[in-house]
């Protein structure tokens, strides 16, 4: 059996023609939070319904738990929670009906846990799911995502629309499990402090392309942001290997490279700089600087 | 599977209540018909079961694109998708569901109509013969205009299955009262659910949900 809960293999999806995915290599181990990146319409969206089979692939291989995401089985999909975007529960249906509807089909079902999540939510059991709040609707989704106990959770933005409580309550459920061993998140999200919080790898979709793919700490280690004053005006090219973004203003150049190392530093020295510091980047920095039109994979 | 078979009835539980209605009125038709055999009044509870046919095929049309049209634009199957459940399983129920609304509306007039034809009918083989045809004949009538409704359902579009469904259903109920009973019309129809059936199938194993 293979480690890895995810697979995604030379992925491909055309649109209409257009091409939102181009080739995207990606694996999960077990055990890990992935935190999937991209601004809006990258195609994480679609990664996550290729891997769920909503969606077909116009080319490439899927898998999850080490299935093909065309053929899983009702006991594949047990053993997968998933909160999709937008929250998509069956809008006209209500609040008890669709936990009944969900308890039916499951295959495992946690009634302590579940029914601790709704006390803690305070869900109001009696009303149609259209009548609910946008938090209420993400609380309702994770609720029936977690009372699976699941090996796998897919959360596709799954903090969109809620208010500060909410999402601070989210993350701490999204904590806690965790904190149970051996489970595997798949996050994706555009607030970026969310996902800095709980993912320990992330990968960062851009133009169609996998730019980012590696654990949160070596991707801070590795991309590195630079002001560099020089005496005179900058020079036109440092010769650097992998610049992801290079702004000069006067006599200041500000630069941000990935793979930082001894190499490239003695490089830069040559241009005699009269002072180089580095600025310190959030993940949210990264994010900007790598998702920059013509971007190189970092 | 029951679970969902149990979902598809409770969502268009209406069409159900109308197959009962239905199936009440036509036996009522029927038992009339039969009393009033000899006579002349005989032929006005025939000539009132006609259009009564014609509304129970149009409602299982409708039934067959409500079931589709709503699954698409509520996006029902999508959220059934994300638990352990397969598409197929998703379209057995619902196909499940509207056989049991066609034996809902059928089956108590079949026997309706073997008593009836036992207690007034003279005993002659052909009579039996023609209550098994109609009946059959009926059954796939009704089971193809709801194929055709699953087939033009699935559509984000409004007009296409309305009028769509509606133009082939009158079509087909056409071809039935012209050509009759018989074993082609029979094969005809047998045709047309195979074909819609596969094509549904098609259609909604590899579509996005």
Redesign the interface.
């Known amino acids: 059996m293979d480690d890895n809960v995810i697979k995604v293999e030379n992925l491909v999806k055309y649109f209409d023609g257009r091409c939102v995915l181009d080739g995207i290599n990606l694996t999960v181990p077990r055990g890990c939070i992935y935190g999937l990146l991209g601004r809006n319409g990258a195609g994480k969206t679609t990664i996550i319904?290729i891997l769920?089979?909503?969606?077909?692939a116009t080319r490439g291989r899927t898998l999850l738990l080490d299935t093909e995401s065309t053929n899983?089985?009702?006991?594949i999909?047990?053993r997968?929670g998933?909160v999709?975007e937008g929250h998509?529960?069956?809008?006209?249906y209500r609040v008890n009906r669709i936990i009944k509807?969900?308890k039916?089909?499951?295959?495992h079902w946690n009634d302590e846990s579940f029914d601790h999540l709704i006390e803690t939510f305070r869900l109001p059991m009696d009303r149609r799911v259209k009548d609910l709040s946008m938090g209420m609707r993400a609380q309702l989704n994770l609720s029936l995502a977690m009372a699976i106990d699941p090996e796998l959770l897919i959360l596709d933005d799954p903090t969109l629309g809620l208010d500060t409580v909410a999402r601070r309550q989210f993350l701490e459920l999204a904590i806690e499990v965790i904190q149970k061993q051996g489970r595997t998140i798949l996050f994706c999200s555009h607030i970026l402090s969310d996902v800095e919080r709980i993912a320990d790898r992330i990968g960062i979709l851009a133009a169609g392309k996998l730019v980012v793919d590696c654990p949160l700490e070596q991707l801070k280690e590795r991309v590195k942001k630079l002001r560099i004053i020089f005496p005179e005006s900058p020079p036109e090219n440092l010769y650097l290997t992998e610049i992801v973004n290079q702004q000069i203003h006067g006599r200041e150049m500000t630069v941000t490279v990935a793979n930082w190392n001894k190499q490239k530093q003695s490089i830069l020295e040559t241009f005699k700089p009269s002072s180089c510091t580095e600025i310190p980047m959030s993940l949210e920095d990264i994010f900007i600087e790598c998702t920059r039109p013509g971007t190189e994979p970092v | 599977m029951l679970t969902l078979i149990r979902r598809e009835i409770r969502d268009h539980i209406v069409y159900f209540i109308a197959a009962v209605v239905f199936s009440a009125i036509l036996i009522a038709l029927l038992t009339a018909a039969a009393y009033h055999f000899e006579s002349s009044e005989s032929a006005v509870f025939v000539g009132l079961s006609i259009p009564m046919l014609v509304i129970l095929v149009l409602g299982f049309s409708a039934m067959g694109v409500t079931q589709m049209y709503l699954d698409r634009n509520r996006r029902i199957s999508a959220f059934l998708s994300a638990l352990p459940v397969t598409r197929s399983r998703i379209l057995t129920a619902r196909i499940v569901a509207g056989l049991l609304a066609i034996l809902i509306v059928l089956v108590p007039l079949a026997i309706a109509a073997i008593i009836l034809g036992r207690l007034i009918a003279p005993p002659i083989p052909i009579f039996a013969g023609y209550i098994a045809d109609i009946l059959t004949t009926i059954f796939l009538m009704v089971l193809a205009c709801y194929c055709l409704g699953l087939l033009t359902g699935w559509t984000a579009n409004k007009i296409a299955p309305t009028f769509g469904a509606l133009g082939l259903n009158l079509v087909l109920v056409s071809l039935v009262f012209v050509k009759g009973f018989g074993p082609d019309i029979k094969f005809l129809l047998v045709l047309v659910i195979v074909a819609c059936l596969i094509r549904t199938w098609h259609k909604f194993m590899s579509t996005s949900l």
């Open positions: 319904r769920l089979g909503t969606e077909p899983l089985s009702p006991g999909r047990g997968i998933c999709a998509n529960l069956i809008q006209n509807l969900c039916d089909l499951a295959l």
